[in-house]
């Protein structure tokens, strides 16, 4: 799914500014799906373009001018049509993964360093990953549900894995240069 339609999904709850649009990425499919402003206001642009946003600029003193937008007609029929589309296979793109893939081009210190690392970051994320779920689940609906304990599940089985594999990685020589 792209930028366009989860910007339509998001206004379909209610008008948004594109502050308020980044923060809907950030805190609710952050983990799985997040855009930047970079990403946000042009598909913004696009959406207007197309028919399927309005925008309405709310003028402010002391500080810029707001502007909020709403989904049209339009916009809710196209969304409806692509959340129908087919399911398409999730594209992974890790860091962390590409790094381990190429650890055994480190040191034995070096490789330890890594592990260590991916396994203290895959920890934070699952700590702030409970937080703001904790925060933010009396709003939830059992879908927005699911994807957020989806996304828990997700990093304690990562976790889980890292550490049942971590002992045996350490164990192969590193490269020799």
């Not at 402010?60 to 129908?84: C, D």
Request: charged fraction near 25%; glycine fraction near 6%; proline fraction near 3%.
């Amino acid at each position: 799914m792209d930028v366009k339609t989860i910007i339509l999904g998001f206004l379909s709850y209610g008008e948004m500014s594109g502050y308020d649009i980044k923060q809907a990425f950030t805190n609710s499919i952050g983990f799985f799906y997040d855009a930047s402003f970079g990403a946000i206001y042009p598909a913004l642009r696009k959406l207007e373009e197309e028919g399927f946003v309005t925008k309405q600029e709310i003028i402010q003193s002391g500080k810029p001018n707001k502007i909020l937008y709403r989904i049209t007609e339009a916009g809710k029929q196209s969304f409806r049509q692509e959340i129908q589309t087919p399911i398409l296979p999730p594209v992974l793109r890790s860091d962390m993964l590409v790094k381990i893939f190429f650890g055994k081009s480190r040191t034995i210190d070096e490789q330890k360093d890594l592990l260590e690392g991916c396994l203290d970051t895959q920890r934070q994320l699952l700590q702030q990953s409970k937080a703001s779920y904790k925060k933010l689940e009396v709003n939830f609906d059992e879908y927005q549900r699911f994807c957020w304990e989806y996304t828990i599940h997700h990093l304690e089985s990562t976790i889980s894995f890292m550490e049942q594999k971590m002992t045996s990685l350490m164990k192969q020589p590193a490269y020799s240069v």
